[in-house]
């Protein structure tokens, strides 16, 4: 079978012809046929070898972790699943230590023993193949309505968990949800998304559509693509090369969420010293290693607490930020049909992928494999 992957020992990115074809082993499992997989961030970092291990063994890893599929087979204790059905899988696997609480509890997303396994990151292969075999229970049922952009339901999780962890924190401000309609709880709050990738417009359409008053502060002037796209559902685009962080403040009022979504250290931080009275900071963000840069220590810690402010870092994604993605992705769809489907800016074949994986500089918005 086809496949993508890399072996971090030689360095090599590379088209494999015979990575073995998967079997149902356990009569959870089912058997996927991949229709589409996207690729990030991290696929790209895993091609320059900073990220990405193989399983334990084996000298290769087959990439690919936001991936659409249909189910061609199942095993006899499988239920809810059948052959024909959509299905996008989760990513993180649990560990094995029987005292990790959270994968015990099937939040491998907050693994306490840091053995967690994810497919086609950390030590089990990934999606950019022909087929793969999963448990049931990593895989979440997408309507085909949403067919043509259910490839994006993965990347959205990175929002949705966020701002489920963010809805968390401000549990901690009692009047906070209550006096907002209960299928728009952001509106009057402010947020500020830090970059325009995938990640970032995905989050800007989540808190569009939960009510927020919505800034992405990104880096190219207008006009441009993205400024368009952002602006055609309801979100304000502001480039940072034409308003500093201060003007963005006096722009947007208190700013109670700051989404960050660009995995750019410095700017992050720089960014930090606007958030508002009771504000919450979301990294989502993993930038490669990089030499120490400068903060404004002072300036932030007393902000933190002379404003109560929380700092959290997120990472995705439990089952219920994938539910919560694929009903959002049909909101998106119904309201932004236009600018839903912009957000992939190009679909390729498997024999593209050295283009999509290693050249320096990325194209588009959500660059998508299109396997069959
Ligand atoms: C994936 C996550 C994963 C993270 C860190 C992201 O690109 O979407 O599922 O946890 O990388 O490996
Ligand atoms: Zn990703």
């Given at each position: ?47 320059t070898f ?21 189910v061609v ?237 929380a700092i ?61």
């Open positions: 079978m086809r496949a993508i992957g890399v072996i971090p020992k030689k360095r090599e990115v590379c088209l494999f012809d015979s990575h073995p074809h998967p079997v149902i082993r356990s009569d959870f499992e089912v058997k996927v046929k991949a229709l589409e997989i996207g690729i990030c961030g991290t696929d790209r970092e895993i091609c900073v990220y990405g291990s193989p399983p334990v063994g084996q000298d290769y890893l087959v990439i690919g972790h936001e991936s659409l599929g249909e087979e199942v095993g006899a204790e499988v239920s809810g699943l059948k052959p024909g059905d959509l299905v996008v899988p989760s990513v993180r696997r649990p560990c094995a230590d029987p005292f990790c609480q959270s994968c015990q509890a099937d939040l491998q997303d907050f693994c306490f023993s840091n053995d967690f396994r994810e497919r086609g990151i950390k030590g089990i292969h990934g999606f950019m193949t022909e087929f793969y075999v999963d448990h049931s229970k990593y895989l979440n049922t997408v309507p085909w309505s949403l067919r043509d952009c259910a490839v994006l339901v993965e990347p959205l999780t990175v929002a949705e968990k966020a701002l489920a962890q963010v809805w968390k924190t401000q549990a901690r401000l009692p009047w906070i949800k209550k006096n907002a309609p209960a299928h728009q709880p952001g509106k009057g709050l402010n947020a500020v998304v830090l970059g325009a990738g995938p990640i970032g417009i995905l989050g800007a359409m989540a808190l569009v559509a939960r009510g927020f008053r919505t800034f992405v502060y990104s880096r190219s002037r207008k006009p441009n693509m993205k400024a368009e796209l952002v602006e055609s559902f309801g979100a304000t685009y502001i480039s940072s090369e034409t308003e500093t962080p201060e003007q963005l403040a006096a722009h947007v009022g208190n700013v109670d969420l700051i989404y960050e979504a660009l995995g750019v250290s410095s700017v992050s931080f720089d960014v930090m010293r606007i958030l508002g009275m009771n504000g919450v900071y979301v990294f989502t963000g993993i930038p490669a290693p990089k030499p120490a840069i400068p903060v404004m220590g002072d300036e932030l810690m007393r902000n933190f607490v002379l404003k109560n402010q959290i870092g997120s990472v995705n994604a439990d089952r219920a930020a994938f539910e919560n993605a694929i009903k959002d992705l049909a909101i998106f769809k119904k309201c932004w049909p236009q600018a839903l489907s912009q957000v992939i800016t190009g679909r390729h074949t498997l024999e593209d992928y050295r283009k999509l994986l290693t050249t320096e500089e990325k194209s588009g918005i959500k660059n998508v494999i299109v396997l069959s």
